[in-house]
């Protein structure tokens, strides 16, 4: 069977990659050139954790039990936990090779700390906390690999700040040494599964989109970092043409993105819009603009919702016998489950065009729910509007993200790009939208494997020779 080797490239969407970019990536370029490529329809909600974990397990976030970089603690109002690889109610397709023998390489696929054991080497992902001091399995590599790195892993890096230039010699930095770990730990192989992620594109997106997008809101046609996103994709390129170059000649290589980018057009108060419609309440005085809702004194007796921000908005009910200071009655949930979906969908944007809101029942979204889910999740804008959780703004629309500088949101379609040396292809094939729920299954038929029947998605037969 051929060896499979994943690149994966957060948040990049299909016209970065496959029209604008594409001439500053030669190395990518001549990749497609031997590839069926197109989008890659992502999960619900579309965020890089649950993304990745989707993409290699076949199963949905419900399955998983994982919505997102933070859950709420079952019990409580504010206490929230970042999942990690325990956290994962179905696991990843390389828990299954390595107990069937296959060697497998895993770098910072999230949720990725504490790096879980596999028959070969994982590395963990951008949620490590700094400093932790076990971030390799087996942790005798730990210090070999950071000596090809110079020094101390870099995990992420801080992206919503305005010092831009320093923030874009941090991300390259970041870029040269992920990709020669990744050089270094191909060339301990053979692998059978080799599965690389980099967090890089969506830290650059988030923090320079304005920059490079004429239509974003806030572009200056006459700002800084005009050509900072060809700057960028060309020195990424750089790097996934030397990483290419040590691929042995019979390797399949799927390149993927677990979800897209786009515009930030602004934040939707989710808080706000609840205190306004008498569903939030706040004891004593309005707080200062920008208070996160985990530093309010809520009135909990009075409250029936409050939401929590990010790139969707999660809500949750207050409700008796469940929370410590339940509000609703359980028979009461229905009818105010009509009442968000109907007064929701009648708030209109600065400009008074239709925000449009799409709400999202777990139970409805997912096969099985399981963790700690939302109990109701909201889109604004077809995702181009953020949810902000803070309060004491006195409005519902936000130019600029509440938590710090942000130009970007996400989108619904990343990217696939596979290349099988058994199936010759010349100037590359656009193949159709594919759904990243069949990614798994597909990679364990070209590993030699019967995708398990737990599996969701289905083996997408023009990956397959």
């Known amino acids: 069977m051929p060896r499979v080797v994943v690149l994966g490239l957060d948040s990049v969407p299909p016209e970065l990659l496959f029209q604008r970019f594409r001439p500053q990536m030669p190395n990518l370029s001549k990749l497609l050139d031997r590839s069926i490529f197109g989008a890659l329809r992502t999960c619900e909600p579309p965020i890089t954790v649950p993304a990745w974990a989707v993409l290699f397990s076949g199963v949905d976030p419900g399955t998983l039990g994982v919505y997102g970089f933070r859950h709420r603690r079952a019990g409580t109002y504010f206490d929230q936990y970042t999942p990690t690889p325990s956290t994962l109610q179905t696991a990843p397709i390389w828990d299954m090779l390595s107990r069937r023998g296959k060697r497998v390489a895993v770098l910072g696929m999230p949720p990725g700390y504490p790096p879980p054991a ?8 951008f949620l490590t906390p700094d400093g932790a001091p076990d971030p390799v399995y ?5 210090p070999e690999l950071e000596k090809v790195a110079g020094g101390p892993f870099v995990f992420d890096v801080e992206f919503r700040h305005d010092a831009r230039e320093k923030l874009f010699e941090e991300l390259l930095a970041m870029t040269t040494q992920r990709w020669a770990i990744a050089r270094d730990v ?11 992620h980099d967090i890089g594109p969506d830290r650059f997106h988030h923090a320079f989109w304005k920059y490079s997008d004429r239509s974003h809101p806030r572009h200056d046609p006459k700002g800084p ?28 290589v799927l390149v993927a993105s677990d979800h897209g980018s786009k515009a930030m057009d602004g934040c939707f108060c989710i808080n706000e819009w609840l205190l306004d419609q008498g569903l939030l309440r706040l004891k004593g005085h309005a707080p200062p603009p920008g208070t996160p809702i985990e530093k309010c004194e809520v009135h909990w007796k009075k409250t029936k919702v409050w939401g929590a921000g990010g790139y969707y908005a999660r809500l949750f009910f207050n409700i008796k016998g469940r929370e410590p200071e339940g509000r609703l009655r359980p028979d009461e949930v229905p009818a105010l489950l009509s009442r968000l979906e109907r007064e929701l969908s009648s708030v209109r944007r600065p400009d008074g065009r239709p925000l449009g809101v ?5 139970a409805q979204a997912y096969r099985s729910v399981r963790g700690d889910a939302p109990d109701l999740m909201a889109y604004f804008g077809d995702l181009s509007w953020r949810s902000a959780g803070t309060v004491g703004h006195g409005r519902l629309f936000l130019e600029e993200n509440d938590t710090g500088p942000d130009d970007a949101v996400h989108g619904w379609d990343g990217v696939y790009a596979i290349s099988d040396p058994r199936r010759p292809i010349t100037g590359g094939r656009p193949g159709p939208r594919e759904d990243i729920l069949n990614v798994a299954p597909s990679l364990l038929e070209l590993l030699g494997e019967s995708p398990p029947s737990f599996m969701q ?9």
Not at 358 to 362: E, G, H, K, N, V
């Open 138 to 142: 087996p942790p005798s590599l730990k």
């Open 186 to 196: 191909y060339r301990r192989g053979p692998w059978d599964l080799f599965a690389l």
């Open 225 to 252: 970092f005009l050509d900072i996103g060809e700057r960028y994709y060309a020195r990424l390129d750089q790097e996934i043409g030397r990483f290419i170059e040590l691929l042995d000649p019979g390797s399949v």
């Open 358 to 362: 799409r709400l999202t029942r777990p």
């Open 118 to 125: 596999v028959n070969g080497v994982y590395v963990s992902d």
């Open 457 to 465: 998605g289905r083996p997408i037969a023009g990956w397959l020779p």
